[in-house]
Nanobody, 121 residues
């Protein structure tokens, strides 16, 4: 069973930076897809990044492209470096896996408990 645990959320001011981490366990295949999505109350979840460790392929939503960077720190840990943060980036961020890409972005099969990111102006 896959388990994902996020950390690193917090509060920052506009144009600040944060680094989120995701500790994963339970993967058995190198062809898995991982990523992050975010959600605010009353809005649909938004996939912001998808990553295929087996190939190194990465996908970013237009809203975060050029500001967010996903990386694999080791076999079990992913990080999401977020820079030039904006108030509209405020959301609960979830590390997720089992991506299925579509024209509207990634859909995930499982996710962690989430970590809150708050950006103030």
């Amino acid at each position: 069973q896959v388990q994902l645990v996020e950390s690193g959320g917090g509060s920052v001011q506009t144009v600040g930076s944060l680094r989120l981490s995701c500790a994963a366990s339970g993967y058995t295949s190198s062809n898995y897809c991982m990523g992050w999505y975010r959600q605010t109350p009353g809005k649909e979840r938004e996939g912001v990044v998808a990553f295929y460790p087996g190939t190194g392929a990465k996908w970013y939503s237009d809203s975060v492209k050029g500001r967010f960077t996903i990386s694999q720190d080791n076999a079990n840990t992913l990080s999401l470096q977020m820079t030039s943060l904006k108030p509209e980036d405020t959301a609960m961020y979830y590390c997720a896996g089992g991506c299925r890409m579509s024209i509207s972005g990634p859909a995930f099969a499982y996710w962690g408990q989430g970590t809150q990111v708050t950006v103030s102006s």
